[in-house]
């Protein structure tokens, strides 16, 4: 019983994983949309993405972003904040506010899957000891 509950719960570790790798992967995609073909409501061009203020982090290597987007991915799907990291526009606020809300519902899924397997663990348990105390 004890490998169930571990295999379950790296299943829903690798899904947390993977569903955070996808975000972070929008988050990077969103801040690297060409800003000269999103006007401003004045008619400039607006540069005002999350990448951009970072942008003289960024080295050659695609690690760096990429780490600033899972950092960014996984404070926002956890809720412990978004710390410097934050939207800066209208798209990054939407798409921010899409995965709060996508995020809440994985959240609930994965602690009721826990919770499942949890109660069924403590099933197999106390019928366990019931038939050791006979």
């Not at 073909?37 to 050659?60: C, H, L, P, R, V």
């Amino acid at each position: 019983m004890v490998i169930i509950v571990r295999y379950t719960c790296g299943k829903l570790l690798c899904f947390l994983l993977l569903l955070a790798h996808i975000v972070a992967c929008l988050w990077w995609l969103l801040g690297g949309v060409d800003a000269n073909n999103i006007k401003t409501d004045d008619g400039g061009a607006d540069t005002e993405y999350w990448a951009f203020k970072f942008s003289d982090q960024f080295t050659d290597s695609n690690l760096t972003p990429y780490i600033h987007s899972m950092f960014y991915s996984i404070g926002m799907m956890t809720t412990f904040g978004f710390f410097d990291i934050s939207p800066s526009n209208t798209l990054e606020r939407s798409f921010t506010m899409a995965i709060m809300l996508i995020s809440g519902v994985v959240y609930a899924f994965v602690v009721g899957a826990i919770s499942r397997v949890m109660a069924s663990y403590d099933e197999h348990e106390s019928y366990h000891r019931t038939k050791m105390k006979q």
